[in-house]
Each structure stands twice: as structure tokens, then as C-alpha cells.
């Protein structure tokens, strides 16, 4: 499939089908970058064919309306995107063909030197206005962002500590008192020295399918990649001396299968993972049960302890299966005659009394009781996984983070992100949303050809934000006893079925908001300006606004 010789020269490697979830020992392996905005792919001999310098944040400029490949007129380019094509399930990434494994150490020498990150060109969320030299229309996101931040959970404190200590002391005596709604952030982060990255990806398709769709970007080798630069800035950022040890496991398959070979695979690296401080999962979709469901069976073996630090960042995670009803559109049934079992099992999550629903509810509860902490992040405009799946909203525990992320080409309405970033808001500190981001998933789905479920995993904003929840708050089990994992029972059928549902858990939104949100009235407030100002262009998006009439009247 395409020239041979521009293959080996634009990804050095094993080919695809040589690829197993045994890691190499290369650290050259895990240096590829991706070179890439959030709206715009641009390589890098591009950029020097134009003569451009890849490294020039001046020379990025955003196109709102254009978030394709841009084509090129060198030889070269053109040949590889004839030769390779890209399923838009899967963004235009670079293609990182070998698993690896490395020892750090060896890349400390170059921890200091600024010309180590110059071949990645800059995210547009850094930019500023007037560095993109952009013009947007009212109301759109103009960079892409991940909200809430981890400013929303409040600040550790004297008088936090003392009525800590207070509830700890309490229920050693037997005394019923407040359970915890949350984590607090704290002015001294724990430093870790020896990290170990996991990554895990998704779903994959088979062979049969991949010249026709195009090989998959998001790779286990890309989600360590990126988590390793994320926690090396944030080590620089806060004077750490560490070393890194990434793991990439990958291999095909329903979820089961997937759990007993990385299961087997782990047990070769139990060294590496005694001598860790922190563990750093980084999964992707499929990837998120299998990573869950991993990391309980390795706990209860006792390969990893709950002595160290242990986190799992779940993006665009299959918590409640794909949206509801996606199952019988034409695509995906065409291409479950060819893959049924590893395709329809994601179904068996959106039933939360099948088999492997249960395993993955026990799983969670099993890793949350040796103190992990998750983080759920999922995409505003995803078009296979729906808010309310990829956050884990049926999920309870002050262990878990949620928060979406939102592309800046996905044009999504001010009040559509900021009401998005309220609900998550209210759920990490303990409070509910009332519904409201379950009724407007079905509406926020993007196109079944749009790129949402896989640009999140470029996003370094989404890795730097699970590093300071892992890192920067506290640990429940310091000062209270085990606490359980509650679960929210629902009926996916019945949502979005009653068109007044919707306005009333607004209204239980806006209640929640007002009373328990740092300056809630002003954001509240700040919600009815927006939907007045707000002119949906989809009908989807028109039927929404026409159900929420009645904010007009601050219901």
C-alpha cells in the first residue's frame, strides 16, 4: 500500500502488522512528535518547503472554517497522503509504528536544552489573539481548552485540616458524621522520582479493514509519549529530578482477551513498577475498561501495591458504551459483519447489568479502595461517545475528576461549553447537575465522519491537567475511612424521550450552581446572557434552545 521507500522515510519501524505489546528497548523509538495544531495538521517538511520555521509561533495562524490536512505541492507530502489514507475516526496524526520501552535516564542530558521540543510546533491554546491573528464570530471557542481546570476543587487549608482531622477522629469512635464530597488541592505537591507510563489504546480495526479506512494515530506509543512530555514540564515546572519508564501495551481484541495478555505482559515488569512511586495509566476509548479492569487485576495479585501514587486518565472512555442507537446506522452495522464481537461488545456497557458492566463497576470500586484517582475526560463534540459515557457520570466518588474537552474548529456555543463546564464543576465537588448533561449528549454529537473522539488525545492540556490531580490533592485515606463507590442507575432508552425534562434539570442546575459554586450568581447570570445571545445553526442545536425558552423567565 503506497510507495515502500516513503514509508521507511516518513516512519522509521516495524510495519503495522509486526506490532505486539511487547515494548523494545530503543529510546530513539519514542521520540517521534506530532507536529500539529488543534485546527490545522501541518508536518514539518511542509512548513520547510514553504520556508516556514517550524519552531516560528508567529507563523502559525488558525483557520476557523478549514481543519483538514492542507495539501501541499511537495512530492513527497502528496505521495504520503495518497499512499495512506486517514479514517476520520482517528485524527491526522503521525503514525507511530514501534512499541518501545526506555530507560530515561539516558534522555536527562537533554531535560535542559529548550531545542529538544523545537521540532513540535506549539498549540494554538497557547497562542494569544493576537499572535493567531484570527477573527471569530460571537460566541465560538476561538482554542481549543479543557474545562474545568483544577482551580474548581478548593485550597487546602488550616480550618480544612482541622475538621479532617475531626471526621477522622469521629469515626474511629463510631460516631456518624459528613462524608467528604471532595479532594482539595494542596500548596505542596508530592514529587515523585521514578514514574512508570502506561499507555493503552482503543479499539482498533482488523487487517481487512485498515487499507480502506486508514491505519489508527492513536497508539499506545503516542498516549506514552504524551504523557511523558506532560510530566516531564510539569517536573521542570516544580524542581523535580525524575526519571521515566514508559510501558506500551497494545494488542487487538475484545476487552477480556486484551485484560489477560496485558496481564501477562505486566508481570515481566514488575521490577520497573516496584521501584515507581507514581504509575501513570493513559488510555484512550476501548482502552479505558480494559485499563480499569488491568490495573484491579494487578492490585489484587499484588504486582502493583497501593503504596505509591496510581492514576488512570480515561479519554473518551466507553464507561456507558457508544450513544444510544448508533448500533443501527448503516456504517456501523456494515462494519460489524465484519468485526461483530469487538465491536458490539462496547454495546454491552449501555446495560449496566450485563457480565461486563458488572466486572467494570467492580473493577472501579476495587481500585478506587486502594486510593487510585481517575480522571475522566471527554470530547464536547465526539461522535461515538457521549458526554455522559466518557465522563462516567453513573460514577460517584471523590477520587474522580471529570472534564471535557472542547476543539476549537468544533464551534461549540459559549453557553453550550460553559454550561458543560458547570455540570463537571458540580460533580468534582460533590454536587449533582440534576441530568442535565445526560439530556444534551445526544444533542452535542458530532458528525459519525468528524474527528471528536480522537483529537482529545492530542491535547496536552488533558495530560498536564490529570498530572495536577494525581499530584496536587490530597489523598482521601489520609484523614477519612474507605469510602464506597455510589452508582446511578439509569435507562439510557429514556433519555432526551420527554422534552420537558430538559428545562426543569436546568433549573435544578442553576439552583446548584447559585448556592454551592464559588461566585455562582454571577455564573448563573452569565449563562441567561449567553443563551440569549445564543443563534444555533443546526436543528438539533435550534430544538435545544426551543426546549430552554423559558430561561428567559429565569425559571
Not at 475531626?166 to 505542596?188: A, D, H, N, Q
Amino acid at each position: 500500500m503506497g510507495d515502500s521507500s516513503n514509508h521507511g522515510k516518513r516512519w522509521p519501524g516495524l510495519p503495522w502488522h509486526h506490532r505486539t505489546a511487547t515494548v523494545a528497548s530503543s529510546p530513539s523509538a519514542f521520540n517521534g512528535d506530532n507536529n500539529s495544531s488543534h485546527c490545522k495538521q501541518i508536518s514539518k517538511p511542509t512548513l520547510e518547503h514553504d520556508g516556514i520555521q517550524s519552531n516560528s509561533v508567529e507563523n502559525l495562524l488558525i483557520e476557523e472554517e478549514r481543519c483538514s490536512y492542507d495539501a501541499t505541492t511537495d512530492k513527497e507530502e502528496f505521495q504520503m497522503k495518497a499512499s495512506y489514507r486517514s479514517w476520520p475516526f482517528w485524527s491526522n496524526s503521525s503514525y507511530s509504528v514501534v512499541d518501545s520501552k526506555t530507560d530515561d535516564k539516558d534522555k536527562s542530558s537533554n531535560q535542559g536544552n529548550p531545542k529538544v521540543q523545537s521540532s513540535r510546533i506549539k498549540s494554538t491554546r497557547n497562542l494569544s489573539l493576537d499572535q493567531s491573528n484570527v477573527a471569530l464570530p460571537h460566541g465560538k471557542h476561538e482554542l481549543s481548552t479543557v474545562l474545568p481546570s483544577i482551580g474548581c476543587l478548593p485550597l487546602k487549608h488550616t480550618t480544612t485540616m482541622l475538621f479532617d482531622r475531626f471526621y477522622r477522629f469521629s469515626s474511629l469512635l463510631g460516631i456518624k458524621s459528613s462524608v467528604p464530597r471532595r479532594l482539595y488541592r494542596v500548596v505542596e505537591p508530592r514529587k515523585p522520582k521514578r514514574v512508570v507510563i502506561i499507555g493503552i489504546h482503543g479499539f482498533f480495526p482488523t487487517k481487512v479493514l485498515r487499507p480502506l479506512i486508514g491505519e489508527p494515530t492513536g497508539t499506545s506509543v503516542k498516549f506514552s509519549n504524551e504523557a511523558e512530555k506532560a510530566v516531564r514540564d510539569w517536573a521542570k515546572k516544580h524542581n523535580a529530578d525524575i526519571s521515566i519508564q514508559k510501558i506500551a501495551l497494545e494488542k487487538e481484541g475484545n476487552v477480556i482477551s486484551r485484560v489477560e495478555y496485558f496481564l501477562s505482559e505486566m508481570k515481566n515488569w514488575t521490577e520497573e513498577i516496584h521501584k515507581a512511586d507514581f504509575i501513570f495509566f493513559a488510555a484512550h476509548s476501548q482502552g479505558t475498561p480494559v485499563s480499569i479492569i488491568l490495573l484491579a487485576q494487578l492490585l489484587s495479585e499484588g504486582i502493583i501495591d497501593d503504596k505509591r501514587t496510581i492514576g488512570i486518565l480515561a479519554m473518551a472512555g466507553i464507561s456507558n458504551g457508544p450513544f444510544f442507537g448508533i448500533d443501527q446506522r448503516f456504517f456501523v452495522r456494515a462494519y460489524s459483519t465484519i468485526e461483530n464481537e469487538s465491536m458490539m461488545e462496547l454495546f454491552e456497557f449501555q446495560n449496566l447489568k450485563t457480565p461486563l458492566s458488572k466486572l467494570y463497576v467492580q473493577s472501579i470500586r476495587e481500585i478506587i479502595s486502594h486510593g487510585v484517582k481517575l480522571v475522566f475526560a471527554g470530547s464536547i463534540d465526539d461522535q461515538l461517545v457521549p458526554l455522559y459515557s466518557a465522563l462516567a457520570f453513573h460514577v460517584r466518588h471523590p477520587n474522580i475528576f471529570r472534564a471535557a474537552y472542547i476543539d476549537g474548529c468544533s464551534k461549540t456555543p459559549k453557553f453550550v461549553s460553559d454550561t458543560v463546564s458547570i455540570c463537571c464543576t458540580l460533580y468534582n465537588l460533590g454536587f449533582s447537575d440534576h441530568g442535565v448533561l445526560k439530556e444534551i449528549s445526544p444533542v452535542l454529537a458530532g458528525p459519525l465522519t468528524g474527528g471528536g473522539h480522537s483529537k482529545i488525545y492530542n491535547e496536552r492540556g488533558v495530560y498536564e491537567l490529570a498530572i495536577q490531580f494525581f499530584l496536587e490533592t490530597t489523598n482521601l485515606d489520609d484523614y477519612f475511612p474507605k469510602q464506597p463507590v455510589i452508582i446511578k442507575h439509569f435507562e439510557l432508552k429514556f433519555l432526551a424521550a420527554n422534552p420537558f425534562h430538559l428545562p426543569w434539570c436546568m433549573r435544578g442546575l442553576m439552583f446548584e450552581a447559585h448556592k454551592f459554586l464559588p461566585s455562582g450568581k454571577s455564573k448563573v447570570e452569565n449563562i441567561l446572557t449567553e443563551f440569549n445571545n445564543w443563534n444555533p445553526d443546526s436543528k438539533s442545536l435550534k430544538d435545544m434552545k426551543y426546549r430552554l425558552n423559558g430561561l428567559g423567565t429565569k425559571l
